[in-house]
């Protein structure tokens, strides 16, 4: 299906052309981050307790965490895009009719129940894209056929801008809202200059290279496997083999004999396995000119830091570097380019930036700025230190902004043993038909699967005690419309793309506003309506009018009776 995009007449900023200069002699060093590595699946990133500072030495990864307190002025706008329909009901509350957004843009069916019989199309938001054109990007003809093959005829604004900025070979960080398509935003830029759909020799001034050129790294097997599937997706049958899976779970062998059979250009996959199979000898990176860290913040959090250590020493070191010189002064830095991706990013990011990158910039949608001209606040040494910026702030300020505008969010409470009730009363009243439920545990997500069945809702659950094969499996059905609900954890936060999905659930708080926004941002993709409940008790509802405080959104009261959802008025709840 092809987007018919229009003449979307916007204004595409002028990317800053000043070339920042970054921090000489940052440092990482890793020696004191000595905790064994957390296997699976992470709940918390940023949290206070997994700082550890390097007294007197280096700055260590995990202590840059603590530094996180970035003005951003160009707040972005909660333009809404076909926001329910408002009724009211008595004096204090307001009945709302969820309504679909009725812009005709590449409308997506959704994957309803097969015996449900509805029709329903979510349409993404045409004010997500770019006035400008791939060609118009500089990208390869033949990359520019292939997209066009693929029905992706129009870039987004962060494409827009993400695009030329890696090409002029900057490191960047890339921050945008969930569903934005940051996956293409590097993943193009990168195939322009490597593998068979690059601008022809002789435009390109790079010498020809062989084996690994562009190493991408994912917190989660299921976002590995969503990134190898977009890459093959342009590379196309034939080039499939180029890009090459290495997550965990799967067979190492497999993929070590994968390795050597098909000589990749690209590997995809989780730090562990990329380290263990790198560690053992059979993965090699040194001439690697791309490394990306999509979902970084996740990435260069405390659980990971072992294996992303071995990542980011070995990536693009040029032979006869040590260590020592990667992390040092320019001039002995590594040749590869580094691509920073999230939805939200800490200022620990950007300060991490600063001190690997060749001219870091931040591109967000709809601005390019050098890292250095970002201001950045002292890190926090004491509780007392009023100046500095806690992890706590960190963690808020980065998901503002991280939300997509096209998303509805309410929350209502309902005693433990009656939120599965709710569930059920939120789905109908919504009409929602691909729903994500989230918990903050494994254990009881079977239990709630158990009672949605038992009240005809087909359901299921997606957890890391699962294998990899029931894993996918359970994904491909959810995505294909077996099931309504996923009731699922953590696991599937970060990433996930399920562009049907037009409701998710919290059905446990999440720890913070940036659990909140990844969890929020698996609906509403790609300026789709969306809408996100949370179902709390009630002595925990001050905690979702503190999220909402933080992440700038607003997030109603309400409650659904009769089949429909009753949107209270703020004063009535407080
Ligand atoms: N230019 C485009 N035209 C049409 N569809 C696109 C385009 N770019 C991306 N998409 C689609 O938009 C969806 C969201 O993209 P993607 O997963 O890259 O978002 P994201 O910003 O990385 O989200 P998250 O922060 O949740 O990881 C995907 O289904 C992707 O295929």
Redesign the pocket.
């Known amino acids: 299906m092809r987007?018919s995009i229009g003449q979307v007449h916007r204004n595409v900023l002028a990317l800053a052309s000043s070339r920042s200069c970054f921090v000489l002699g940052d440092r990482l060093s890793f020696r004191l981050l000595s905790q064994p590595r957390a296997a699976g699946f992470h709940q918390t990133a940023w949290h206070g307790s997994q700082i550890v500072e390097d007294r007197g030495g280096p700055l260590t990864l995990a202590s840059l965490e603590v530094q996180n307190r970035v003005e951003y002025g160009n707040k972005e706008k909660m333009a809404r895009t076909g926001g329910p329909k408002l009724s009211s009901r008595g004096s204090s509350s307001l009945k709302v009719k969820p309504r679909v957004s009725s812009l005709n843009v590449?409308p997506v069916k959704t994957a309803l129940p097969k015996s449900s019989g509805i029709k329903k199309t979510l349409k993404v938001d045409e004010a997500l894209f770019s006035a400008k054109s791939f060609e118009e990007l500089g990208l390869p003809p033949l990359l520019v056929d292939q997209l066009n093959k693929e029905g992706?005829t129009?870039?987004?604004e962060v494409?827009s801008a993400a695009i030329p900025i890696i090409a002029q070979k900057h490191d960047v960080v890339i921050q945008?809202y969930?569903?934005?398509?940051?996956?293409?935003a590097y993943l193009l830029p990168i195939l322009s200059k490597i593998g068979p759909l690059k601008r022809p020799m002789g435009q390109d001034n790079s010498e020809k290279r062989s084996g690994i050129e562009a190493v991408i790294v994912a917190p989660s097997r299921e976002l590995g496997m969503q990134i190898v599937r977009?890459v093959e997706k342009i590379l196309g049958p034939n080039d499939k083999r180029l890009v090459q899976q290495l997550v965990g779970g799967a067979n190492r062998s497999r993929q070590e004999e994968a390795l050597k059979k098909n000589r990749p250009i690209i590997v995809v996959g989780t730090p562990g396995r990329i380290s263990e199979i790198s560690a053992a000898g059979k993965l090699h990176t040194h001439g690697c000119r791309f490394l990306v860290l999509d979902e970084v913040d996740q990435l260069l959090s405390f659980n990971y830091r072992e294996d992303m250590h071995r990542i980011l020493e070995h990536v693009g070191r040029k032979s006869g570097t040590t260590s020592r010189d990667i992390l040092g002064p320019i001039a002995r830095r590594s040749e590869r380019q580094t691509i920073l991706v999230s939805?939200t990013i800490p200022f620990s990011v950007i300060r991490a930036a600063r001190s690997w990158g060749h001219d870091p910039v931040l591109v967000r949608a709809k601005s390019v700025v050098p890292l250095d001209s970002i201001t950045v606040p002292r890190p926090a040494l004491s509780q007392t230190d009023a100046n500095s910026s806690s992890p706590s702030n960190s963690v808020n300020q980065a998901a503002v902004g991280s939300l997509p505008p096209s998303l509805e969010h309410y929350y209502c409470t309902a005693k433990a043993q009656h939120k599965v009730d709710t569930l059920r009363r939120c789905i109908h009243a919504l009409e929602a038909q691909t729903v994500i439920a989230f918990m903050n545990n494994t254990k009881p997500l079977k239990d709630v699967v158990f009672k949605l069945e038992a009240r005809g809702i087909k359901a299921t659950e997606l957890h890391g005690d699962l294998g990899k094969l029931a894993r996918s499996t359970v994904l491909k059905k959810f995505k294909d419309g077996e099931y309504r609900v996923l009731v699922t954890n953590e696991l599937s936060a970060?990433?996930l793309?399920v562009?049907e999905c037009d409701l998710v659930v919290n059905l446990d708080l999440p720890t913070d506003s940036t659990h909140y926004a990844h969890r929020a941002?698996r609906t509403g993709?790609?300026g789709r309506k969306g809408i996100v409940v949370t179902i709390c008790e009630e002595n925990e509802a001050f905690v979702v009018r503190k999220m909402r405080k933080q992440l700038t959104v607003p997030i109603k009261p309400c409650e659904f009776t009769e089949g429909e959802l009753v949107v209270h008025k703020e004063e009535d709840v407080e």
């Open positions: 987007l590449k992706l129009a870039p987004t494409q945008s969930t569903g934005s398509g940051k996956t293409l977009e939805a970060r990433g793309d562009p941002g993709r790609l």
